[in-house]
């Protein structure tokens, strides 16, 4: 063979090599940027790899599919694990992703202190903290000094090495309160921790992000309320907190820059943005189509099913309104709005909980919606061939209902047991005092129970696991479902013209599709 010939195969397999490249390391070594070529279609290929703190798995979901449908050449890998756990490992060295979400600005400048910061960190959103309290709110906490009380033994709350803790401590600083808890303060290092302590009994109170108080940690999941043995008290005044920068970098020795800060640019588009503020954060760019109101409202967990279309459908009417809903059981919101005394619309599930906030003076007019019916729900088949509410003194029957001081329903299974004289029977089967409807409905779907009291919107939810047993009317009213305008509105004009849809025929008619009794 040739000489010429040699030299011309020698360099057509070096050129196979680059071609080629080579394997990409491990997350933890830090390597050489390597450029990712250019997708035919457009966008950034090659893979992506993004720490996910567990706090934001619910939006990163969303967020990912956008930006997978941008750039159709490109694998993304997320990584989802506690912020401070992703913290020390970028800060350490031996944690490289292409793109990083942070929390706060905490966290973030320990990165940018250790050096391994590549470029500015952006500042995609605003977070925000809150307090959690056990469910029922049993210390009566209606405001930020009451905290003093000794009805409150506990208080945890993350390190100030967190932003949520570095921020708790400053408002309560300002608010001349932070000398006076300090026997009642248990500093943990995670802010997962928290959660678990409140839920286990172990603290009265909690501090928070506000939107992990709806976050699940399933990249993709659905939102959700507080879990366990918790609720949301309500958010730390924003005059005592300032704004928490949530930021977003690309690190040093990742093996994807390009991509990373794609992505991280991303985090600003409109679409990007108006993920972040359906999960309960404050945008950082307001949209290109110009500055929108938003409207607070307190809403009951079982008129979510009824509610989110009639958002929908006001967002196309009115596309510069934006409706949040804060979903809980009609008490807990109750402890919500006496706390953050904040908010533009109340709907609980019953009339029995807007007359009181009403009689604390917070709702300046109101009208009717539509009625609850309740139902026995059971899985599907009627396995244990439930008929009537007799049937549920069964021996051996798993009863599932509502916390009456929590949610709507409870109140009305119990007002229906008493009325049959039957509550005492009952009551011996009862396994699972649910705090909202949805966890009742979940109950049964999961065969955890045998039957729950639900309303009939919400049974609605599940035909292809459970069905519905109807309970004769002599037992029970119908429940009606009254909307508040509330004093604190700084839009009434704009939350009124909202209400009135909700009771206008196109309204009523999303009332009726929804499963609900219309007015």
């Known amino acids: 063979m040739s000489r010429s010939i040699l030299i011309v195969l020698f360099l057509l397999a070096l050129l196979t090599v680059l071609v080629a490249g080579c394997p990409k390391p491990p997350a933890t070594t830090p390597v050489a940027p390597v450029m990712p070529a250019k997708a035919a279609s457009g966008g950034v290929t090659g893979e992506l790899t993004v720490f996910v703190p567990c706090g934001v798995a619910g939006p990163f979901g969303e967020i990912q599919k956008l930006f997978q449908a941008r750039n159709p050449g490109l694998k993304i890998r997320p990584e989802v694990a506690n912020i401070d756990v992703q913290t020390k490992l970028i800060a350490d060295g031996k944690g490289t992703p292409d793109a990083w979400i942070a929390l706060g600005d905490r966290e973030t400048q320990k990165v940018v202190k250790a050096g391994m ?16 309290v056990k469910k029922g709110n049993p210390a009566k906490i209606a405001a930020l000094k009451d905290l003093t009380k000794s009805a409150v033994k506990t208080i945890s709350l993350p390190t100030p090495e967190n932003s949520s803790g570095y921020y708790c401590q400053r408002a309560l600083e300002k608010a001349g309160l932070w000398k006076q808890l300090q026997s009642k303060l248990v500093v943990v290092e995670q802010p997962s921790q928290v959660k678990m302590m409140v839920t286990g009994g172990k603290a009265d109170v909690g501090v928070v992000y506000y939107p992990c108080t709806r976050e699940t940690r399933i990249v993709g999941g659905q939102q959700q309320e507080v879990p366990g043995k918790a ?33 991280v640019q991303f985090l600003l588009t409109d679409e990007a943005q108006e993920v972040w503020e359906n999960w309960a954060w404050d945008r950082a760019k307001e949209p290109s189509t110009g500055a929108r109101t938003t409207l607070y409202l307190y809403c009951g967990a079982g008129l979510r099913p009824m509610m989110d279309p ?14 949040d809903a804060g979903y809980a059981g009609s008490g807990c919101l109750l402890s919500q709005l006496t706390f953050g005394k904040r908010g533009d619309l109340y709907m609980p599930g019953e009339d029995f909980y807007l007359k009181q906030a009403s009689d604390k003076g917070y709702v300046t007019s109101q009208k009717p919606v539509g009625y609850f019916e309740p139902v026995l729900l059971v899985q599907k088949g009627n396995p244990k061939g439930i008929k009537t509410l007799q049937d549920l003194t069964k021996p051996g029957l798993k ?7 929590a949610c709507a329903v409870g109140r009305a299974a119990d007002e229906m047991l008493k009325q049959a004289k039957l509550l005492d029977g009952v ?81 009523q008619k999303i009332v009726k599709d929804s499963g609900m009794k219309p007015m």
């Open 117 to 132: 910061m590549d470029g500015e960190p952006t500042t995609f959103a605003f977070n925000s903290i809150a307090f959690i």
């Open 231 to 263: 609720q949301l008290l309500g958010k730390i005044p924003s005059d005592l907190v300032g704004q928490i920068p949530a930021q977003a970098a690309v690190i040093k020795g990742a093996a994807n820059p390009t991509a990373g800060r794609a992505f």
């Open 310 to 323: 009639v958002i929908d459908a006001y967002k196309k009417l009115k596309p510069n309104i934006r409706i």
């Open 399 to 405: 009863v599932a209902v509502g916390e009456p001081d």
């Open 427 to 507: 009551s011996k089967n009862i396994v699972l005092r649910a705090g909202n409807v949805p966890e009742l409905g979940n109950a049964v779907k999961l065969k955890s129970v045998d039957v729950a009291v639900v309303w009939n919107i919400t049974a609605a939810q599940y035909p292809a696991d459970c069905e519905a047993i109807a309970v004769d009317k002599q037992f029970y009213k119908p429940s009606l479902a009254p909307i508040g305008l509330l004093k604190f509105s700084k839009y009434a004009t704009e939350a009124q013209a909202f209400i009135d849809f909700l009771c206008s025929p196109d309204g």
